[in-house]
């Protein structure tokens, strides 16, 4: 059970979106990625509440509210594996089963 938060300053922090969640119920966890490269943030983030319910409430109130200048995307997470398996096979690509142009007319 978890959050997508984009469209982030790239100044926000951990304690930040903690803070404005917690209104909404208990924040189980708040992950900030970070750039490899240069440490910042990069512009996302999830959040994990206690509760379903808890976490609709924080998805509605939150959902394209405007947060240090910013207006915010807010909506359930897409599980991590949904978008593994789209490189696997190519995706977009043009490996096997991809959507390459040449692939297409080989069969």
């Known amino acids: 059970m978890s959050i997508y938060v984009g469209n982030l300053s790239y100044d926000v922090t951990q304690e930040d979106l903690s803070g404005i969640f917690a209104e909404y119920g208990t ?3 708040v992950q ?16 994990e509440m206690g509760t ?4 609709a409430a924080a998805i509605e109130a939150l ?5 240090m200048g910013r207006d915010l995307k807010v909506n359930k ?5 949904d978008r ?3 490189g696997s096979f190519g995706g977009n690509r043009g ?4 959507g390459g ?5 080989r069969y």
């Open 27 to 29: 924040v189980k966890r």
């Open 52 to 55: 379903d319910a808890e976490e």
């Open 63 to 67: 959902d394209g509210a405007e947060w």
């Open 84 to 86: 593994g398996d789209r």
């Open 95 to 98: 490996g096997y089963g991809g």
């Open 77 to 81: 997470a897409k599980p991590k594996e």
């Open 32 to 47: 900030v990625p970070t750039d490899r490269e240069t440490g910042r943030p990069r512009g996302f983030a999830f959040v």
């Open 101 to 105: 142009g040449g692939g297409r007319n």
